[in-house]
């Protein structure tokens, strides 16, 4: 439908682009870099390089390779499905603009994928861990039924500037990528495993180990929900718990990495103060 | 109930808010999805949802105004009752919405904020900044992870659904999916399967859709049985962002909030847009649609926007057709508090700030008004009868489709802020006539395991076929892929000519075997997505056939469906009675060709190229009339039309039974 032109100077575009990525078969297998090669367009990003590599599957040395796997959804930054390492910077490849990266190295563009997530294969990880974050807080509104039982609610126009931030968290783990005390869990399956045994033995592992900081953001947005807040309590013995608040180094990286600009440092503050409070309260009402 | 199980395929909108429900309803759910739920394409609705609230209660607005828009907006072509029954429901969907926590823009008071949408004159729409369709689907994705903990639903995520498994008697009993990471294939038996797998705008190869709206779930339902309806009507949004992979929805809510589209009156006009006067500026949707303005619905402001770039000259870039879409006169805060979203988008992507600079933008293929024929059974009052096993049915026993993956809710054109509503509605709505489906049914877990077990070595079959042909020299399915989007979007898209569909339809239907003749570059069973894509580019194409094949059948123009040989023409006199004539004469037109054509195309699959048949529409509420919008220049046409529909009534009170509601259908 839109024939795309090309946006301000296209003066000193390269015909071509090099682009390594890192590659691994699968789990437990020896990842190895591989060069690319593709034609150079106007408007690329990330994606549209690797859509390129995958219909031309081979390396720059003509060796035919199967196409490099990756996660992508939505292209614009609101799915979290793409986040990769690239030229060593954790990020969304969607909005990984060509034209920017050759500003910064016109020699080549670097893919790898994020190295805190299992590789399932190539670029794609398994992000399951976060997401079993997200129920170890208890992220949601514990409403009564889905029958009509009128609006809920009213919202200070203020509470809501508060909370938006919050909830435009995709899952997308730059932040946990970024994060010095989020340490790679991989739990791979023993020969004939059940899914049961094995799901039990990775959430075992999971919760060994620090909850990240989306997670602790997503507790604070619900705990300050009028009716979110009835699984404060909850909430706030996981984040006193193993793998909690308490593993936070504050390093501040979260912030810096996050795509949606989502104050993960000030949520993590909150979540401190309410979980130092939270213990206290514990200790006096033993 | 014990044993009785249900599998939904999907997690946006619809799939989530039926899971949710049915758990709710204490059946357990087998959850489906290509992606974590959280990631489906819902995130990328960004406006807002409709409904009548309170304040535009008290300035004259009701259900029935809601419902009345829609089906305006649609070009007439939805059946009545479902769309009747989502616009009584709509208030009470975003009560729940806003109960689950979804962070709705608020007024200074803090009652949920609203602006005005497209093909309305009623501020129904609320709103999450302008990533509501991603805030509501969280809040649903919340609610299941709830359930999910609770036991009740098991979610199978990077799992391609690869067709329903039916029964000796034509019952819907299962599905078969792959694991797209160990790339095994099993079956998941169930008493009743729920598609919402959304749209199909990857048959168009760039549109404002997701990597995952392939359509070849529904596809995969179609090639078994399901019916697929009105497929012709893909919706294209007026603006979106141009880009090399995906084309990027700039939300109505731009205009909503009071956007400005307009070019240069001069063409070929240099000079930056901020320096020509206002004069010198064609607004031209508000100039032809005073009353609405800017908010016209999405087909007539795509048509206005392709006509002033392709026929008049105008677009505003050398070197690529566009408009500007334009914001700048708006406070920066207040954009901030409302479109931040949309903003950070073009910014991001176009590396320009759409505060200070208008937008460049031009139509791009949006969403599938077609989709899966469904059943629905009506009440007394024209609505929806509650928990009815119809409602939401396929024509295949115990399938049913929900979402944008149905036909049901927006006709010929959809109204913006009504898909997100149609998604959770028929989600939520559909739950109870399920359960009573599940009580009236022998349980799938007592059915013998042969028949499943032979539609798993079915799906294994096609799937060891398409790995033993790695390293041919066959087609290769992404460049097979990009030929069909581009086939797509010459021939079907704003304006459609009837040799270019025959020559695409002939074209596409030549794909159906080279599709089969694709060679893949990878041959392994591990994370094989060369081979999950193959198959729904081989899946693809019988849905592009069905909306080739309704395009080229339908010799009219309704909403989304636009074809310039058999437009209506504009009046041309200027005497006031000729020109009367001429309207009396347009409005005999409107009418014959309504009798002709106001019908659902309904295409069943027959193996290589799907058959197509017609279906009257059930407007047993609403009488089918002009859809002028205020069109400058057509007044006399509405004087004419409000006319004859006087006379009409008055004639039918002398006779009161012929309104009688009984006997529709």
Not at chain 1, 167 to 174: I, T, V
Not at chain 1, 187 to 197: H, K
Not at chain 2, 133 to 149: K, N, T
Not at chain 2, 395 to 416: M, S, V
Request: aromatic fraction near 8%; glycine fraction near 8%; hydrophobic fraction near 35%.
């Amino acid at each position: 439908m839109i024939a795309p032109g090309p946006e301000a100077n296209s003066a000193r575009k390269p015909s071509k682009i090099n682009v390594k990525v890192l590659r691994q078969d699968g789990p437990g297998t020896p990842p190895y870099w591989e060069r690319h090669q593709v034609d150079y367009e106007p408007d690329m990003n990330v994606i549209s390089v690797l859509q390129k590599i995958a219909a031309q599957a081979q390396t720059i040395d003509g060796k035919k390779v199967p196409p490099v796997a990756w996660d992508c959804g939505c292209l614009e930054e609101v799915c979290g499905s793409c986040t990769m390492v690239i030229n060593g910077r954790v990020r969304q490849s969607c909005s990984a603009l060509v034209d920017r990266l050759l500003e910064d190295n016109s020699e080549e563009i670097e893919l790898q994928p994020m190295t805190k997530f299992p590789v399932v294969r190539d670029l794609m990880v398994d992000r399951s861990r976060l997401f079993h974050s997200l129920k170890r807080v208890q992220a949601w509104v514990p409403v009564d039924s889905y029958f009509d039982m009128g609006a809920g609610p009213r919202i200070p126009r203020e509470d809501q500037e508060q909370n938006y931030p919050l909830s435009q968290c995709m899952s997308c783990g730059c932040c946990l990528e970024a994060c010095p005390q989020f340490n790679k869990v991989e739990v791979l399956r023993q020969p004939g495993e059940t899914d049961e045994a094995f799901d039990a033995r990775k959430k075992a592992a999971y919760e060994s180990e620090f909850i990240g900081p989306h997670a602790i953001s997503q507790a604070m947005l619900f705990n300050s929900h009028p009716v979110g807040k009835n699984l404060q309590k909850e909430r706030l013995e996981t984040l006193t718990g193993t793998g909690g608040i308490q593993a936070c180094g504050n390093a501040q990286n979260c912030v810096a990495v996050c795509p949606k600009e989502i104050p993960l440092t000030t949520s993590i503050a909150r979540a401190g103060r309410a979980a130092t409070l939270y213990a206290i309260k514990k200790f006096f009402d033993r | 109930m014990a044993s009785n199980r249900v599998l939904v395929v999907g997690g946006g909108l619809a799939g989530l808010s039926a899971t949710m429900k049915l758990a709710e309803l204490g059946i357990p759910v087998d959850l489906l999805s290509l992606t974590p739920v959280k990631r489906s394409h819902s995130v990328c609705a960004q406006g807002g949802i409709n409904s009548v609230n309170d304040q535009t209660r008290q300035q004259g607005d009701n259900e029935w105004n809601h419902f009345d828009d829609t089906i305006y907006g649609g070009d007439f072509l939805q059946n009545q009752p479902p769309v009747k029954e989502m616009a009584y429901w709509a208030p009470k969907v975003i009560d729940l919405m806003d109960r689950l926590g979804v962070t709705f823009n608020r007024t200074p008071e803090g009652y949920i904020d609203r602006r005005r949408f497209g093909g309305t004159l009623y501020k129904r729409t609320a709103f999450a900044g302008a990533t509501t369709g991603q805030q509501l689907l969280y809040a649903l994705d919340e609610q299941v992870r709830r359930w999910e903990v609770e036991g009740l639903v098991k979610k199978y995520e990077f799992w391609d659904f690869l067709g329903p498994v039916l029964d000796d008697n034509g019952r819907c009993v299962g599905g078969v999916a792959q694991d797209m990471v160990s790339m095994e294939i099993r079956s998941f038996p169930a008493d009743a399967v729920v598609v919402a797998t959304g749209g199909c705008g990857l048959i168009y190869g760039r549109s404002t859709m997701s990597v995952f709206c392939t359509g070849s779930a529904a596809s995969r339902c179609f090639q078994a049985g399901a019916k697929y309806g009105n497929g012709e009507f893909i919706q294209v949004h007026p603006t979106a962002i141009p880009g090399a992979d995906k084309l990027r929805l700039m939300s109505e809510s731009a205009r909503g909030e009071g956007g400005r589209v307009w070019v240069p009156r001069r063409p070929n006009d240099t000079r930056p847009p901020k320096q020509i006067p206002q004069s010198e500026r064609y607004f031209f949707l508000e100039e032809r649609f005073p009353k609405y303005g800017n908010l016209v619905p999405r087909d007539i402001a795509t048509r206005e926007i392709f006509n002033i770039c392709v026929n008049e000259g105008l677009s505003v870039d050398p070197t690529r057709m566009c408009v500007y879409l334009d914001l700048t006169h708006i406070p920066r805060h207040e954009l901030d508090r409302k479109l931040g979203g949309i903003l950070e988008i073009y910014e991001k992507f176009q590396g320009v700030d759409p505060r200070d600079e208008p937008m460049k933008i031009f139509p791009a293929v949006h969403y599938s008004m077609g989709g899966l024929w469904v059943d629905y059974e009506a009440n007394g009052e024209g609505g929806l009868l509650p928990g009815s096993p119809r409602n939401q049915s396929t024509n295949i026993p115990g399938l049913y489709a929900i979402g944008e993956c149905d036909y049901q809710y927006h006709g010929a054109n959809r109204l913006g802020a009504n898909s997100l509503l149609s998604c959770i509605f028929s989600g939520l709505f559909t739950g109870p006539g399920i359960v009573n489906w599940i009580k009236s049914n022998k349980a799938a877990a007592d059915l013998p395991k042969s028949i499943f077990e032979g539609a798993v070595a079915q799906h294994q079959a096609r799937h060891k076929k398409l790995l033993s042909t790695a390293s041919g020299s066959g087609e290769n399915p992404y460049v097979l892929h990009q030929e069909l989007g581009d086939i797509m979007t010459r021939a079907a898209t704003v304006v459609r000519y009837n040799n270019q569909l025959t020559e695409a339809y002939e074209k596409v239907s030549a794909m159906v075997e080279r599709a089969q003749r694709c060679s893949l570059t990878d041959a392994g069973n591990w994370t094989n997505q060369n081979v999950i894509f193959t198959k729904s580019v081989q899946d693809m194409i019988p849905v592009a056939q069905c909306i080739l094949k309704g395009a080229l059948m339908r010799d009219e123009c309704r909403g989304a469906h636009f074809k310039p040989d058999f437009s209506m023409p504009s009046l041309s006199a200027t005497d006031p009675t000729e020109r009367r004539l001429e309207a009396e004469k347009w409005c005999d037109a409107f009418e014959e060709n309504t009798r002709k054509y106001l019908k659902s195309s309904i295409c069943t699959w027959k193996g290589q190229e799907p058959e197509l048949t017609y279906e009257d529409i059930d407007t047993r509420l609403l009488k089918p009339r002009p859809r002028l919008y205020g069109l400058v220049g057509a007044e006399v046409i509405e004087e004419v039309w409000k006319n004859r529909c006087g006379k009409q009534e008055q004639s039918e009170q002398a006779r009161p039974q012929s309104k009688q509601l009984a006997g529709a259908v």
